[in-house]
């Protein structure tokens, strides 16, 4: 027996007007509204898009209630306990885990693409020396289309998958590069005989005097840290990306729209904003003091780093940036840095209070990324573009599901119009 269809009843006006329901394979069934305007003449207004589906997907599921993330299925605590970040790339991109000689030829693959063209050292010199790296990482990877002709024809399937190796392969090669360009150290290029995470880190820190060892606990940190950014369903940065590659702009135009949206410290820069708090609480005897301002409805300081938007209760990628956070403290044996002080402090004195529980405002992601990266010794500035390598390939996953759905069009969203009416020209010596 065929189930039977779901529907729900819109009444306008004492006329009655049936929407079809759509139902997921997990997660909240959606309302069907796409003939809603041209059979209704009516729109829904929904600021934010928070109750709006805007596409439909196979890659990532969030159930912020339990704090669930999945990609392809598989838990994101199994992936990066288990797995390793160019390993959840194939995932996302192809949508099975592969098998010893895909994974094999993937990591070369990917290798084998992580030198820029050579002429693109130029748009670098061209950046000021105290510009962020998120600047320039918008202008270079922008830039991208202008050297690589080959895989701009979003079309052709073959250059989509160019562009995406591509993509992946050389933004950690341009992330290492901008932060090299802004503390006037020469750049270094990668090997090929390294890792992935491992290749990234000797980029950033590695100078031409002397050998640089990658250690295997900051390698590892720095791996996961990759792994659980790596995608995060319909964010505003992967939105952007959907909505600029609706219009068939190349992926390099459409890959330097996210970067630019994820520069936003209420996105991609939280964890920034995190450390800058830290900083400012300065020392551990002041945090009731500001324990006390995050409780006042009307002080406009916020905990950054605690709570999410969409998880209403641990944010499962936390518990592992735990992990790694204080395996990177233990090697390091920096207990005494004021910073990190602050941070276990804060952590400690916040899951203690019942307002933080109750309210469930517990560390995020963000608060313990921010802290491997400051001991690893990144500059504040680094944290968003390293957020930006990582995410590169959920955004790129995203765009090549949306290319290949026969459903896509260009995106127009619509408004809820309330300025003037209808109204005649005046003449300015009139006016």
């Not at 790339?89 to 030829?105: Q, T, V």
């Not at 160019?162 to 933004?171: E, N, P």
């Not at 990266?373 to 957020?387: C, Q, R, V």
Request: proline share 6%.
């Amino acid at each position: 027996m065929a189930e039977k269809k779901k529907s729900a009843t819109l009444t306008i006006d004492g006329d009655n007007y049936e929407l079809p329901i759509l139902s997921p394979t997990v997660g909240p069934d959606v309302l069907d509204i796409r003939k809603l305007y041209g059979q209704l003449d009516v729109f829904t207004y929904d600021p934010g898009y928070t109750s709006t589906a805007a596409c439909d997907s196979t890659i990532t599921f969030i159930d912020g209630e339990e704090g669930v993330l999945l990609h392809r299925g598989y838990p994101i605590d199994q992936l990066a306990g288990k797995s390793h970040y160019l390993e959840v790339c194939y995932l996302l991109l192809y949508g099975e885990l592969p098998s010893p000689k895909a994974l094999e030829d993937f990591e070369t693959l990917v290798t084998n693409h992580t030198m820029i063209h050579e002429q693109m050292m130029y748009f670098f010199r061209g950046f000021r020396r105290d510009a962020h790296p998120m600047a320039v990482m918008v202008g270079v990877v922008g830039a991208m289309s202008a050297f690589y002709h080959d895989s701009t024809d979003i079309a052709d399937e073959h250059q989509r998958e160019v562009a995406s190796i591509r993509l992946i392969a050389k933004m950690p090669t341009i992330a290492a590069m901008a932060y090299k360009y802004t503390i006037g150290q020469p750049f270094v290029y990668p090997r090929n005989d390294l890792d992935y995470a491992s290749n990234f880190l000797r980029m950033c820190f590695a100078v031409p005097a002397e050998e640089y060892v990658v250690n295997p606990i900051l390698s590892r940190a720095m791996d996961r840290i990759f792994t659980l950014h790596a995608d995060h369903e319909q964010n505003a940065s992967t939105s952007t990306v959907r909505l600029a590659s609706s219009s068939g702009a190349n992926p390099f135009a459409c890959i330097a729209a996210g970067i630019a949206c994820l520069w936003g410290p209420a996105h991609g820069g939280a964890n920034q904003a995190c450390l800058e708090m830290l900083k400012e609480i300065g020392t551990p005897d002041r945090i009731p003091e500001f324990i006390a301002r995050a409780k006042d409805k009307n002080d406009p300081f916020r905990l950054m780093g605690f709570g999410h938007r969409v998880y209403k209760n641990f944010d499962p990628r936390a518990t592992v940036m735990k992990e790694s956070a204080d395996e990177v403290l233990e090697l390091l044996g920096i207990d005494n840095n004021p910073i990190l002080q602050v941070a276990k402090e804060l952590e400690k004195q916040a899951l203690e209070d019942p307002y933080f529980s109750e309210k469930k405002l517990f560390p995020n992601v963000d608060f313990y990324s921010g802290i491997i990266l400051e001991a690893m010794g990144f500059p504040t500035s680094m944290f968003t573009p390293i957020f930006a390598l990582s995410r590169t390939v959920g955004w790129i996953s995203q765009w090549k599901e949306m290319i290949a759905d026969p459903q896509n069009k260009i995106g127009r969203p619509r408004q809820l119009y309330l300025g003037e009416t209808k109204r005649d020209y005046v003449d300015i010596e009139n006016r």
